[in-house]
């Protein structure tokens, strides 16, 4: 059991200025001993700080195995109430251990196991009258999902209760009705200031009386469902609408990473981690496979002026990966002129299908693709890269299952088709002033020595990334090659470079030392050197950069 010394500072000493949105995973919050790390956070934050807390449902040791993808494979098996009821007994045995393992206050325990069992009786009434009526409808499946995170955010915050942190736990489950969206289109700016505004209410009276919001990361009721509308990772966007909407400090991601890094870490040793990111670079990571953030955090917190910060559960001290609108600050070499073409990061998306059209005749070719576009829609699939000329269609899609068989077996009854399935896309993450044409050629020149077949290239679509579709086979091997060769590489040739130019600058040769006289700083010239008033006048930015940069290689 963890201790706590330390009593947080008493909250009604912040203004909303000073206030933090701390999302947390599912992983981060999955096990008795993560919910205790993660409430130690909090407690920390406290001292200097108000803290809301977000929270996604709880996944004990991956995403796949989590009670969200727990719950879907309840929906999907539906029909079948017996493998549907255990399931849910196996969600409500695991919260109710964990609150058991954590929680000593006898009165706050039984609340929270009278909960956590009252809610999910609650659901599996409702799966049981589902499974007579036969049909689920999005507004069903919404609610079950909601499940997850009502039970994790109920049971931590009882844990933050037991620790002596006043808490409250905020359900945003009918925080917004659909009579709250006439006449709003899905998306839309309008739609999200509402959800903000809406969010803002409940969490804003909580924090006016000095406890710390626990608040659910599924919201609803907005039309077209939550999952539908949103999609997976909606905690993130729910955070961000908090952060808007009670106008936080900063919003924070916690996850079980250092923050952002050149590459996946755990298959790329060479990765290092970024200080800084732009949201257009973060947001094309995240399609790209990175699951650094979901994308609408971006125009809603960034573009509202709130920093984002990914920061790592096992690491809080750690300042982690910021998230700004444009990453201009010298320590994430976006401000100097040698690093414009330089790329970011590499990253892969897995399993990943390659479909070649032939069109007919050049005269049939725009009503095909026409054709092509609508059952894309019609099927809810997203391309992910798109190839299209007068004889041939290139399609990537990283959909599964009876979605992806459905589009490729009408394909093939109307057009010629060839299917390519275990591929991946592998995609270098540039910021927009890089120069693409030299750099894709360099990364094909990579994968071509190295005999990586490149069944697909993307370039010029984005501002922010180069992409091309490879055999999952040769993933890790050729995302080790481009990130070695074109990040680290370019990314030490430009120390040298950026060495070099302050050795120039500040003629560093003259300079013997650097003393504190009389308050000020006095800077003492080689005797040796006769002195020309042609010269630049010394930088003294520029020294201590340069010297920390050597006494940095030095240490290295």
């Given at each position: 059991?963890?201790?706590?010394?330390?009593?947080p500072?008493?909250?009604?000493?912040f203004?909303?200025?000073?206030?933090l949105v701390?999302k947390?995973?599912?992983t981060?919050v999955?096990?008795a001993?993560?919910?205790?790390?993660?409430?130690?956070?909090i407690?920390k934050?406290l001292?200097?700080?108000?803290v809301?807390a977000?929270?996604?449902?709880?996944?004990?040791?991956?995403?796949s195995?989590?009670?969200?993808s727990?719950?879907?494979k309840?929906?999907?098996?539906?029909?079948?109430?017996?493998v549907?009821i255990?399931?849910?007994?196996?969600i409500?045995?695991y919260?109710?251990s964990?609150?058991?393992?954590?929680?000593?206050?006898?009165?706050?325990?039984n609340?929270i196991?009278?909960?956590?069992n009252k809610?999910?009786?609650?659901?599996?009434t409702?799966?049981s009258?589902?499974?007579?009526v036969?049909?689920i409808s999005?507004?069903?499946?919404?609610?079950?999902?909601s499940?997850g995170?009502?039970?994790?955010?109920?049971?931590?915050?009882?844990?933050?209760r037991?620790?002596?942190?006043d808490?409250?736990?905020?359900n945003?489950?009918?925080?917004?009705?659909?009579d709250d969206?006439?006449?709003?289109?899905?998306?839309s700016?309008?739609?999200?200031?509402i959800?903000s505004?809406?969010?803002?209410v409940p969490?804003?009276?909580c924090?006016?009386?000095?406890?710390?919001?626990?608040?659910?990361?599924?919201f609803?009721?907005?039309?077209?469902?939550?999952?539908?509308?949103?999609?997976?990772g909606?905690?993130?966007l729910?955070?961000a609408?908090?952060?808007?909407?009670i106008?936080?400090?900063?919003l924070?991601?916690?996850?079980?990473?250092d923050?952002?890094?050149?590459?996946?870490?755990?298959?790329?040793?060479?990765?290092?981690?970024?200080?800084e990111?732009?949201a257009?670079?973060a947001e094309?990571?995240t399609?790209?496979?990175?699951?650094?953030?979901?994308?609408?955090?971006?125009?809603?917190?960034v573009?509202?002026?709130?920093?984002?910060?990914?920061?790592?559960?096992?690491?809080p001290?750690?300042?982690?990966?910021?998230?700004v609108?444009?990453?201009k600050?010298?320590?994430s070499?976006?401000?100097e002129t040698i690093?414009?073409?330089?790329?970011?990061?590499?990253?892969?998306?897995?399993?990943?299908?390659?479909?070649?059209?032939?069109l007919?005749?050049?005269?049939?070719?725009y009503?095909?693709?026409?054709?092509l576009l609508?059952?894309?829609?019609?099927?809810?699939?997203?391309?992910?890269?798109v190839?299209i000329?007068?004889?041939?269609?290139l399609?990537?899609?990283?959909?599964?299952g009876?979605k992806?068989?459905?589009?490729?077996?009408?394909?093939?009854?109307n057009?010629?088709?060839?299917?390519k399935?275990n591929?991946?896309i592998?995609?270098?993450?540039?910021?927009?002033?890089?120069d693409?044409?030299?750099?894709a050629?360099?990364?094909?020149?990579?994968?071509?020595?190295?005999n990586?077949?490149?069944e697909?290239?993307?370039?010029?679509?984005?501002?922010?990334?180069?992409?091309?579709?490879i055999?999952n086979?040769?993933?890790i091997?050729?995302?080790?090659?481009?990130?070695d060769?074109c990040?680290?590489?370019s990314?030490?040739?430009?120390?040298?470079?950026?060495?070099k130019?302050?050795?120039?600058?500040?003629?560093t040769n003259?300079?013997?030392?650097?003393?504190?006289k009389?308050?000020?700083?006095?800077?003492?010239?080689?005797?040796?050197?006769?002195?020309?008033?042609s010269?630049?006048?010394f930088s003294l930015k520029?020294?201590?950069?340069?010297?920390?940069?050597?006494?940095?290689?030095?240490?290295?």
């Amino acid at each position: 059991m963890a201790s706590f010394v330390e009593e947080p500072t008493s909250l009604s000493e912040f203004s909303n200025s000073d206030t933090l949105v701390q999302k947390y995973g599912g992983t981060s919050v999955g096990t008795a001993k993560a919910m205790l790390n993660v409430a130690n956070i909090i407690r920390k934050s406290l001292h200097s700080t108000k803290v809301v807390a977000v929270l996604s449902a709880m996944s004990s040791h991956k995403k796949s195995e989590g009670t969200t993808s727990k719950l879907i494979k309840a929906m999907e098996n539906i029909n079948n109430t017996e493998v549907a009821i255990k399931i849910l007994d196996e969600i409500q045995e695991y919260h109710v251990s964990v609150a058991k393992e954590v929680i000593k206050n006898e009165e706050t325990l039984n609340d929270i196991v009278e909960s956590i069992n009252k809610e999910c009786t609650s659901l599996k009434t409702f799966m049981s009258a589902i499974a007579i009526v036969g049909e689920i409808s999005a507004k069903s499946k919404d609610y079950i999902i909601s499940v997850g995170e009502k039970l994790s955010a109920n049971l931590f915050s009882g844990i933050l209760r037991s620790q002596g942190i006043d808490s409250e736990y905020i359900n945003l489950e009918h925080a917004v009705n659909y009579d709250d969206f006439s006449n709003t289109p899905n998306l839309s700016d309008k739609f999200f200031q509402i959800l903000s505004e809406k969010f803002a209410v409940p969490v804003q009276a909580c924090l006016d009386q000095h406890k710390v919001p626990v608040v659910t990361g599924f919201f609803g009721l907005i039309p077209g469902s939550l999952l539908n509308t949103i999609g997976r990772g909606y905690t993130d966007l729910c955070a961000a609408l908090i952060a808007v909407g009670i106008k936080a400090r900063e919003l924070q991601i916690w996850k079980e990473v250092d923050g952002v890094f050149t590459a996946d870490p755990r298959k790329t040793p060479k990765a290092k981690l970024l200080k800084e990111l732009s949201a257009s670079e973060a947001e094309e990571l995240t399609f790209f496979g990175s699951e650094v953030i979901h994308p609408y955090v971006m125009k809603q917190a960034v573009l509202s002026g709130i920093p984002v910060k990914i920061k790592c559960v096992f690491n809080p001290e750690d300042q982690g990966t910021l998230i700004v609108l444009n990453s201009k600050t010298e320590d994430s070499r976006s401000d100097e002129t040698i690093y414009e073409n330089e790329p970011t990061a590499v990253t892969i998306k897995d399993n990943a299908t390659l479909i070649h059209i032939d069109l007919n005749t050049p005269s049939s070719s725009y009503s095909t693709i026409y054709s092509l576009l609508h059952q894309l829609e019609k099927n809810g699939i997203s391309p992910d890269l798109v190839s299209i000329s007068q004889q041939k269609v290139l399609l990537t899609l990283t959909e599964t299952g009876s979605k992806l068989e459905k589009f490729i077996k009408m394909v093939k009854d109307n057009e010629y088709a060839e299917v390519k399935r275990n591929m991946c896309i592998l995609a270098l993450i540039t910021p927009p002033t890089v120069d693409k044409l030299s750099l894709a050629t360099r990364m094909l020149n990579i994968l071509s020595e190295n005999n990586i077949k490149v069944e697909m290239i993307s370039h010029g679509a984005s501002n922010n990334n180069i992409a091309c579709v490879i055999s999952n086979e040769e993933s890790i091997k050729a995302m080790q090659l481009v990130h070695d060769e074109c990040i680290i590489e370019s990314l030490a040739k430009n120390d040298e470079l950026k060495e070099k130019i302050f050795e120039e600058e500040i003629n560093t040769n003259e300079i013997s030392s650097v003393t504190l006289k009389e308050g000020s700083i006095d800077t003492a010239v080689n005797k040796n050197v006769q002195q020309d008033k042609s010269k630049k006048v010394f930088s003294l930015k520029k020294f201590f950069r340069f010297r920390k940069n050597k006494i940095t290689s030095v240490k290295k």
